[in-house]
């Protein structure tokens, strides 16, 4: 069960898993962040930065270590990790590691409302999704080529390793319905595509949609 956390944005997660090695203000806590690609990773919204890292004060994950002026700059407070952060953080990871839970994805909402658009679109749109998903998986292939070349410890990429598996599962899986379209094997399709040659019919939509497309 997903637990209600005191400060719930990943972002604090993200702050914790960087100020734990060293006393930071926001300013480096936010450079590290960046160095590391976090926002990859988890949703980051910069802009909440400040107001993660008071709340995680206030709650007593982080405590004030002192300060620091460089020049005519604005004053920097520096945090650090308190014994209760740690253990917010370890526990928060093992929550994610260990718990399911349901997660948005822009493509299933996408295929959800598929019948709107005629199967030969579907077809095209299909086929840039395949183009962009070689791309990116492309992309992180060479990015862990190049990890290990610096022979940076396996520990520390495992998440992109996650990253191209799924990006190479979704390949597959778009490819494998793709080609059904292209072949005719799509069950259903000769109804969709009449729909659209003909004007679809909403109430048509939603008996479909009850009972499933049986009819080839």
């Known amino acids: 069960m997903v637990k209600k956390r005191k400060v719930n944005n990943l972002l604090a997660l993200a702050v914790l898993s960087a100020i734990v090695e060293r006393p930071m203000h926001r300013y ?63 526990d928060w990871t093992r929550e994610l590691l260990a718990t399911p ?45 190049e990890l290990a070349v610096a022979e940076l410890p396996r520990l520390f990429v495992v998440e992109s390793e996650f990253g191209l598996a799924m990006l190479e599962a979704e390949a597959a899986w778009t490819r494998s319905l793709r080609d059904e379209l292209n072949e005719g094997t799509f069950p259903g399709l000769t109804q969709w595509r ?16 009850e009972r499933g497309m049986t009819e080839n």
């Not at 009449?194 to 048509?204: I, Q």
């Open 194 to 209: 009449d729909w659209h040659e003909r004007g679809m019919d909403p109430s048509e939509v939603a008996e479909l949609v």
């Open 101 to 145: 839970e349901p997660e948005h994805h822009r493509f299933v909402a996408g295929l959800s409302i598929l019948a709107v658009l005629p199967p030969a679109e579907v077809i095209e749109l299909l086929g840039r999704r395949l183009d962009a998903l070689r791309h990116n998986i492309e992309a992180v292939r060479r990015e862990l080529d």
């Open 28 to 90: 480096e806590i936010a450079q590290t962040l960046r160095d590391r690609g976090k926002e990859r990773d988890m949703d980051i919204k910069w802009g909440s930065l400040y107001t993660v890292v008071q709340n995680m004060e206030k709650v007593g994950f982080l405590e004030v270590v002192g300060s620091e002026r460089d020049g005519a700059r604005p004053e920097r407070v520096i945090y650090r990790i308190t014994d209760v952060g740690r253990a917010e953080m370890a």
